[in-house]
């Protein structure tokens, strides 16, 4: 099965295409005048909360309103953004989205929103690979190692994700396609929860995010065996990518973007986006972001519409191709 090609450069240059939805034109005399509430759909402790928190914390120095993090895990992000989609499109709850976004209207038999149609984009704002990582109990100290072990104990070996649909999951479901291996899958309400088990023992495997695993991996408490990236990690090139040490072509990154609710004004969406982007341009913000393993990055809202709409047509040729389904 041939993936699409890779995404990593694609993020960095965007290309305009029309707004994901029609934004109300009405003025806005003034905005924000109350506290902001951002809504996450993954626990705690993990990489998106993370990514939220930072947003929060720029929009609360720029706007000098308060900003809630509202968690809100469960089924792959889509109770969030069920939230956020029935939410008044007034810039006062938006929605922090990531890789399971894009992934779910093609892994679930039916969603209560539309992907397409019940959001605004207002900006792509970070990205970051994750890591094959393994418990010290597995004998495996490389991909070709774990596959070898996967495929002498079929059935045996597990691996967590923080949900289905989430890039954690998808790149396990990819490596038993291309592999020709099985890996059991057990999904978790975020990633801290599959974190915890997997420092514990109870699952064999799992791709987390940087912010989240390198700690632990520079401790010894995991072992990282690739990158699931087409590049290697800044902050450990020593391992190498999944398509490098044995499956050419494969790669799944993480990703995180800021929504708002369809008809949100079209005034909120852009002072919400510039606002936003001028920060992460300043070393301050954007070193926020290094500091967890995320990259940086801004858009404009027509070019996060158009990479969320690449990113939907991609995902369901693979996720039928691959013949997944959450339900």
Not at 61 to 76: K, L, M, N, S
Not at 81 to 106: E, H, I, Q, R, W
Not at 186 to 210: C, M, Q, R
Not at 233 to 241: D, G, H, N, W
Request: with cysteine; aromatic share 8%.
């Amino acid at each position: 099965m041939k993936i699409a090609s890779s995404h990593t450069e694609k993020l960095l240059v965007m290309a305009t295409m029309l707004p994901w939805a029609a934004y109300a034109q009405a003025p806005v005399q003034a905005y924000p005048v109350k506290s902001i509430r951002i809504v996450v759909g993954f626990a705690g402790g993990g990489a998106a909360e993370i990514a939220a928190r930072i947003v929060g914390q720029i929009y609360t120095e720029r706007f000098g309103q308060q900003v809630i993090i509202d968690p809100r895990p469960g089924a792959g992000g889509n109770i969030a953004a069920d939230l956020v989609a029935k939410s008044p499109p007034d810039g006062y709850t938006l929605l922090t989205c990531a890789f399971a976004f894009t992934v779910n209207p093609s892994l679930f038999s039916k969603l209560p929103f539309d992907a397409q149609k019940d959001f605004a984009p207002v900006s792509l704002f970070a990205y970051t690979a994750n890591f094959l990582t393994v418990h010290p109990s597995v004998p495996a100290r490389t991909l070709k190692e774990f596959i070898a072990l996967a495929k002498a104990r079929p059935g045996q070996l597990t691996f967590g994700s923080a949900g289905n649909g989430t890039a954690s999951h998808l790149a396990g479901e990819l490596m038993n396609s291309m592999a020709g291996i099985k890996l059991v899958h057990i999904p978790y309400k975020g990633s801290a929860l599959a974190h915890t088990d997997l420092l514990g023992g109870h699952i064999s495997s799992a791709f987390p995010g940087v912010a989240i695993s390198l700690p632990h991996i520079r401790a010894g408490r995991l072992r990282a065996l690739a990158v699931t990236g087409l590049k290697r990690a800044q902050s450990l090139p020593e391992v190498p990518t999944i398509s490098e040490a044995g499956l050419p072509g494969f790669e799944v990154i993480s990703w995180y973007g800021l929504l708002a609710p369809a008809a949100t004004p079209t005034d909120i969406v852009q002072r919400l986006n510039g606002e936003l982007n001028r920060a992460l341009q300043e070393p301050g913000s954007a070193d926020r972001l290094k500091a967890t393993g995320m990259d940086p990055m801004h858009t404009t809202p027509a070019e996060f519409d158009s990479f969320l709409k690449r990113e939907l047509a991609k995902w369901n040729e693979v996720i039928k191709a691959m013949g997944v389904r959450a339900n």
